[in-house]
T-cell receptor, first 113, second 113 residues
């Protein structure tokens, strides 16, 4: 079955630096990949979607890359702020069958002022 | 637009009791999902509806869990009888079309004692 690994359960960085989160997967060929933000006690919030034929997507201070050869996605937050502190989840989806999303366990990011 | 509404927010029950969760998706979203999120893990799909039909319930423990989506709008998820390992947050999500970002509700935190 598919396996999704997100780097380290927790990541601490200094305010203003770039945070880089990693999502690796095996036994799967996703048609697209999504990133979500989840705050304590809340449901995940959709951030970005990148498709298998796209190498990079940007949205404001966020950047996502998708390397289907390495089976990896990188999620970058530039000029990080304390308000960016949250858990970030990657999710893989395919375009066949039910088109469901499979989520990783998430990386908890803390931005230190 | 209004978000995905879920109730109740919290529920504590004893094992072997039954419980029901309710979800009202975003108006016009044809696809509705129920996810289970155990503490420290990513969300795991339980069931997906397209309008009022089930698309995927392969991960739903059908001996104790049931779900319905009458009239293709609201949905209820029921557990009967509950087990200790059912303690988790139950998230409802909806999307306009599959393959796009999901909108999640805040979830129902279930504690089985």
């Amino acid at each position: 079955s598919q396996k999704i690994e997100q780097n380290s359960e927790a990541l601490n960085i200094q305010e203003g630096k770039t945070a880089t989160l990693t999502c690796n997967y095996t036994n799967y060929s996703p048609a697209y990949l999504q990133w979500y933000r989840q705050d304590p006690g809340r449901g995940p919030v959709f951030l970005l979607l990148i498709r298998e034929n796209e190498k990079e997507k940007r949205k404001e201070r966020l950047k996502v890359t998708f390397d289907t050869t390495l089976k990896q996605s990188l999620f970058h937050i530039t000029a990080s702020q304390p308000a960016d502190s949250a858990t970030y989840l990657c999710a893989l989806g395919d375009s066949t069958g039910a088109n469901n999303l499979f989520f990783g366990t998430g990386t908890r990011l803390t931005v230190i002022p | 637009e209004a978000g995905v509404a879920q109730s109740p927010r919290y529920k504590i029950i004893e094992k072997r009791q039954s419980v029901a969760f309710w979800c009202n998706p975003i108006s016009g979203h044809a696809t509705l999902y129920w996810y289970q999120q155990i503490l420290g893990q990513g969300p795991k799909l339980l069931i997906q509806f397209q309008n009022n039909g089930v698309v995927d319930d392969s991960q739903l423990p059908k001996d104790r869990f049931s779900a319905e989506r009458l009239k293709g709008v609201d949905s209820t998820l029921k557990i009967q009888p509950a087990k200790l390992e059912d303690s988790a947050v139950y998230l409802c999500a909806s999307s306009h079309t599959t393959g796009n970002g999901y909108t999640f509700g805040s979830g129902t935190r279930l504690t089985v004692v």
